[in-house]
């Protein structure tokens, strides 16, 4: 048994934040077994113009300043993505601040875009990295800015030269203020500028990560703009400020947003909301409280092309990415896919 293996279930009686330190470091000094096989075909998939050799990816949050991203992608993840980066580096909120609800399979955190800023992150960008996968840079703007679109701007030119795509979260719920800018003017607004920079710089995917705490008509909005705009594709969805009702952990009054096992059908049903919408003019990502195969399958089945998950390593550890491949390979099978891009949209939810 691997060292990692018998010392996943001691960082859970850590604090969160440290267990969540050790982890990091344990993957930057190579302590956590690679995961060698080569990805079943039927996994392969396309999505915003790349390829992916699977459609499992990690989602921001956990390698926010880039620290451990040829690592991660040794791991089984066809993609990672790095962030949220803010253009200045700022603590985020006072701690405690990360907390595990084990009854719910699910956490709450309030971190705040505690960030290293662009000046730490682009160096460990830029260093020559063992391509195995994609590397996606989530972008924030700080939370003391006088500007956040002018933030947007100066982050996108600063990691352009090192990301595979670029994400602009407007959805983060610990930095004040920062979700109105899903509003359409505001959304239109910051999309205008921040592709008036992509024309200068070269060709990028920008994508951007909505909350799954939109009624129908923002849902409308966002994808009218996504649209007009032509947005490469959206992800969704970050974490929820809602769903508490049926939380049994003692933690579930914290303030903050909730990810994990009770974010998965809320995400889900607003993932399938644009995807109505939509119909594949814009590519979606599916976020929000995947933990096996079968999670998976439903937000491909919903209309994402890729998924993605963090909270599930926090109960699962990092085995979980080669068990949801296998189920997810097996149930594409099953159901006579070839693909996993045939099965995208396969299911209507109404
Ligand atoms: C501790 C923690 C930190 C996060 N930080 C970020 C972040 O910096 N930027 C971001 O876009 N999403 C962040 N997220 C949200 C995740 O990327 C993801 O959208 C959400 O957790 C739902 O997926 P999950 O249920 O698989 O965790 C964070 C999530 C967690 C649990």
């Known amino acids: 048994m691997s060292l990692a293996r018998l010392a996943f279930p001691l960082l859970r009686r850590l604090p969160p934040e440290a267990a969540h330190g050790l982890a990091l470091r344990a993957l930057e000094l190579g302590l956590v077994g690679a995961d060698a096989l080569p990805d079943d075909p039927v996994l392969a998939t396309t999505c915003f113009g790349l390829p992916f050799a699977n459609p499992i990816g ?12 040829d690592a991660v992608l040794g791991l089984g993840f066809s993609l990672v993505e790095v962030g949220t980066i803010t253009p200045r580096p700022q603590p985020g909120n006072a701690r405690p601040r990360l907390f595990r609800l084990e009854a719910d399979a699910a956490v709450i955190n309030r971190l705040g875009f505690n960030s290293g800023g662009l000046r730490a992150a682009l160096p460990r960008l830029g260093r020559p990295r063992r391509r195995r996968g994609v590397v996606g840079v989530n972008i924030g703007a700080n939370r003391d800015s006088q500007d956040r679109i002018q933030d947007y701007v100066d982050a996108l030119a600063a990691v352009h030269p090192y990301a595979d795509y670029v994400t602009v979260n407007v ?19 910051l999309l205008q500028a921040l592709l008036a920079r992509r024309a200068a710089l070269g060709p990028k995917p920008i994508l951007v990560k909505v909350a799954p705490d939109l009624d129908p008509a923002e849902i409308e909005a966002i994808a009218e703009v996504a649209v007009a705009r032509g947005i490469d594709g959206l992800i969704v969805a970050n974490t ?3 769903h508490r009702d049926g939380l049994r952990s003692a933690q579930r009054g914290e303030a903050g947003g909730l990810s994990g096992r009770p974010l998965f059908l809320p995400s889900t049903l607003v993932l399938a909301a644009f995807h109505r919408l939509l119909g594949g003019r814009v ?3 599916g976020v929000g409280g995947v933990a096996s195969g079968a999670d998976a399958y439903a937000k ?5 092309c890729l998924v993605q998950l963090y909270t599930a390593l926090v109960y699962a550890g990092p085995w979980v990415v080669g068990r949801i491949k296998a189920d997810l390979a097996a149930l594409l099978r099953r159901d006579g896919f070839a693909a996993v891009g045939a099965a995208v949209g396969a299911t209507t939810l109404s």
């Open 171 to 189: 959805s983060s719920p610990n930095t004040p203020g920062l979700r109105a800018l899903q509003a359409r003017a505001e959304l239109d607004a």
């Open 300 to 304: 491909i089945r919903a209309g994402a």
């Open 58 to 69: 990690l989602a921001a949050g956990f390698d926010k300043d880039a620290r451990v991203v």
């Open 283 to 285: 590519p979606l990502i």
């Open 240 to 242: 929820t400020v809602g």
